[in-house]
């Protein structure tokens, strides 16, 4: 299956369905206990937790029923594919010298309450699939996507006290697929693990919902053509972090991408994806394998065709980028993230910040959808029960 089918993907999968993993047995109080902990200065760190959620598969690819096991640090062969070579090359074969060559992928979900204290996840089915295509991608097994989906409620389930109270963040859900099993040449790992963890979290960023100040990148690049940009591969981000934390110490807010053949084009953020707004039109850089299928990504593009706006899905030159009249982000981790401006080579454009925004529209349109004032037309919701 090719990256771009992610968009016509929907629940059906040619993968074989396995059976729904059993709850593990487990207590955490009251469903209306909270953990104790400061829900009003959450930021994006870790939290640990009381569960986590664990299955392993071998050379015949099906994966053993999961359990649930205390949220604990996990043990590795040396010898794991994860920590040595395997079937990712990552975008680069050699990445300033070094050999960047691993395989694992890692996907990213939000479990939330509503007022009424009921629980739910928003396009998980979306992340399977998502996973599974990578997993291709790197000629490694993956979970099912029922058996994704059930893990991940279950994960939420039995760490439910530590999914904020409405309006003070979300349980952010990391689905984890490694080669866990020992290799000590070029080749699939005999083994695989597939867990899943969780940490409540606020705003991703730093600004929390003010606009961002972003930086336009021109020395390093996150993907290459024929890479792995756009799977969601855990070695996709540690070659750019160089770029980020530099950005960061001259106080920019994230780095913005260019393509690395014509070093013109838009691609993403370190973690997230990137629209521009001009009129009613939305542009948007086209998922070609370089960038990654944002989940919210695709989610700002339906509900704005849906809404009357013109969405394009194409190449963006920076001129036109900072030729545009709103600019925004959209990510899991994100959300949906105002820019108010941007600099390159030493220019520095400011966006619309103030009046209605796109982005804010967009954001509320989701928002209603999650919370219930707005009817789910598309079958967006999944409840936790």
């Known amino acids: 299956m090719q990256i771009g089918a992610f968009y016509a993907a929907g629940a059906a999968s040619s993968v074989p369905v396995q059976e729904n993993c059993e709850p593990f047995a487990y207590s955490n109080g009251?469903?209306?206990?909270?953990?104790?902990?400061?829900?009003?200065?959450?930021?994006?760190?870790?939290?640990p937790t009381d569960y986590m959620y664990v299955t392993k598969c071998t050379k015949d690819g099906v994966f053993e029923q999961g359990q649930l096991n205390r949220y604990e640090n996990i043990e590795l062969n040396p010898s794991a594919g994860v920590l040595n070579y395997g079937q990712n090359e990552s975008n680069f074969s050699v990445v300033a010298?070094?050999?960047?060559?691993?395989?694992?992928?890692?996907?990213?979900?939000?479990?939330?309450?509503?007022?009424?204290?009921?629980l739910f996840l928003f396009r998980p089915d979306l992340n399977a699939i998502r996973m599974q295509l990578g997993a291709d991608r790197m000629c490694m097994h993956s979970p099912s996507?029922?058996?994704?989906?059930?893990?991940?409620?279950?994960?939420?389930?039995?760490?439910?006290?530590?999914?904020?109270?409405?309006?003070?963040?979300s349980l952010y859900i990391r689905p984890l697929l490694i080669g866990s099993g020992p290799i000590l040449g070029v080749a699939p790992a005999p083994e695989y693990t597939f867990l899943v963890y969780a940490t409540p979290v606020g705003n991703y960023f730093k600004e929390?919902?003010?606009?961002?100040?972003?930086?336009?990148?021109?020395?390093?690049?996150?993907?290459?053509r024929g890479g792995a940009g756009g799977v969601k591969s855990i070695t996709n981000y540690a070659p750019v972090l160089k770029a980020l934390l530099q950005a960061k110490s001259r106080g920019f807010s994230d780095v913005i991408y260019l393509d690395s053949v014509h070093k013109k084009n838009l691609e993403e953020l370190t973690s997230c994806n990137i629209f521009?707004?001009?009129?009613?039109?939305?542009?948007?850089?086209?998922?070609?394998?370089?960038?990654?299928?944002?989940?919210?990504?695709?989610?700002?593009?339906?509900?704005?065709?849906?809404?009357?706006?013109?969405?394009?899905?194409?190449?963006?030159?920076?001129?036109?980028l900072l030729d545009g009249d709103e600019v925004f982000c959209t990510g899991t981790a994100v959300g949906f993230a105002a820019v108010g401006s941007i600099t390159y080579q030493?220019?520095?454009?400011?966006?619309?910040?103030?009046?209605?925004?796109?982005?804010?529209?967009?954001?509320?349109?989701?928002?209603?959808?999650?919370?219930?004032?707005?009817?789910?037309?598309?079958?967006?919701l999944v409840e936790i029960e």
């Open 30 to 47: 009251s469903e209306d206990e909270f953990g104790d902990f400061d829900w009003d200065n959450l930021g994006f760190e870790i939290q």
């Open 97 to 118: 010298g070094l050999k960047i060559r691993t395989q694992g992928l890692f996907e990213g979900t939000k479990a939330f309450r509503r007022e009424d204290g009921r």
């Open 145 to 169: 996507i029922d058996q994704f989906i059930d893990a991940v409620k279950q994960t939420a389930l039995a760490n439910r006290r530590w999914i904020p109270p409405p309006g003070k963040g």
């Open 208 to 224: 929390g919902v003010s606009p961002l100040n972003l930086y336009i990148e021109e020395e390093f690049h996150r993907a290459t």
């Open 276 to 320: 521009v707004v001009k009129g009613n039109c939305i542009s948007t850089p086209p998922t070609h394998g370089n960038i990654l299928p944002g989940v919210t990504r695709k989610t700002a593009i339906e509900i704005a065709r849906d809404h009357g706006y013109q969405v394009e899905e194409r190449a963006i030159p920076v001129e036109e």
């Open 346 to 380: 030493g220019k520095r454009v400011e966006y619309k910040r103030d009046g209605q925004l796109v982005s804010g529209d967009l954001y509320s349109i989701v928002e209603g959808i999650r919370s219930g004032l707005t009817e789910d037309k598309k079958g967006w």
